[in-house]
Structures are given as structure tokens and as C-alpha cells.
């Protein structure tokens, strides 16, 4: 598994950002976010149980992610076409500002290392990427188990001050000063 300080690799995906077909795909690639910090999420399969879950938590931090000058991206192996069926037919799911990218070939999850062994399917992942895509934070839960985005809010704040933070760190808060 690629690990803190390791590029993120290239990537050129489709994904979809919403519910009406006319305008439902777009591609992402490495230069769509330039200079920005990216948040990759991972996600098993579309139409479960624990997914949505985390999908629409990171659906209303959005905008806090964008006061950040960071974009969320949400990636599972499945294809566009089932992201757009279930963003169809998921209440929860179908006003998402961000795009569901699809890694149908497997592409992203393999270079990453976060392709599950078992079930061929990504492992439920989570990476920031500093604006020069640089891999800054790594978190990998069992795929039964969901993921908190809030602490991922939490720790983009960290590591956007470029300072020593403490356990617990919020933002706001004094860093550490080792003077």
C-alpha cells in the first residue's frame, strides 16, 4: 500500500455528479484539481449498507472541505453506470457535490494497494493529498466498518497548518511549540 509522503498516482476516471443523465458523467484526471488538496475516499460496492452512510456524512461536510480549498472525491471499482443507478435511487445519495468516481478496471485501488485480496473490491479507504500530490494521510477501516469524517475534516485542519498538533487537535486551537 502506497504510504504518507508517496505520490498519488495518475489517474483518468469517469465519475458522476448527478442524477439527471443529460449531465450525469464527467472525467477526473490529475490536472482537474490542480493546487488544490484532494480527500480520495474508497468505498466496497455501490448498493450496500455501510457505503451511503459515509457517502452522504461526506455529502454535508462538503462545504467545509471547500472552505479548506480541498475537494472530496468518492471512488469505488464500480462502474459509472451503476454509481448513476444508485445515486438515482438513494435519497441520500442523489444531491452530491462531489463526484463517484468509478475505478471499474481496478486501475487507482491496484496502485494504491487498497485492492481487498478477498473480495476484489476497494478496501474502504481514505487519503489526503497535499496540493503537490503528496500522499499526507492514510486510514484503511475493515470493510464492515465505516469511516468518520468529521476526523477527516479534523486532521486536513492539522496538517493545513504545517505545525506540531496534539492529540485531539481542533482547529482554532494553538500547535504545539517546541522552542
Known amino acids: 500500500m502506497l504510504q504518507i509522503g508517496d505520490q498519488f498516482p495518475r ?16 472525467t477526473v484526471n490529475q490536472d482537474t484539481y490542480v493546487d488544490k488538496w484532494k480527500v480520495f475516499f474508497f468505498w466496497p460496492n455501490d448498493f450496500t449498507f455501510v ?8 455529502g454535508r461536510l462538503h462545504s467545509e472541505f471547500v472552505d479548506r480549498d480541498a475537494e472530496v472525491l468518492g471512488v469505488s471499482t464500480d462502474s459509472e ?11 441520500d445519495l442523489r444531491a452530491l ?4 468516481l468509478a475505478d471499474s478496471k481496478r486501475e487507482l485501488t ?4 487498497i485492492l481487498d485480496k478477498n473480495e476484489g473490491v476497494a478496501q474502504r479507504a481514505t487519503f489526503i493529498v497535499d496540493p503537490q500530490n503528496t500522499i499526507r494521510f492514510v486510514m484503511v477501516t475493515d470493510l464492515n466498518v465505516g469511516r468518520n469524517p468529521k476526523e477527516v475534516l479534523r486532521v486536513l485542519d492539522a496538517l493545513q497548518t504545517g505545525a506540531l498538533c496534539s492529540c485531539n487537535w481542533q482547529k482554532g486551537e ?5 522552542a
Do not use: R
Open 97 to 100: 457535490p462531489f463526484p463517484m
Open 81 to 91: 453506470y451503476v454509481h448513476l443507478a444508485w445515486k438515482q435511487h438513494h435519497d
Open 51 to 58: 457505503c451511503p452512510t459515509e457517502i452522504a456524512a461526506f
Open 11 to 26: 489517474l483518468d476516471m469517469k465519475g458522476v455528479v448527478s442524477a439527471n443523465l443529460a449531465e450525469a458523467f464527467v
Open 174 to 178: 494553538k500547535t504545539l511549540d517546541i
Open 110 to 113: 491496484m496502485a494504491l494497494g
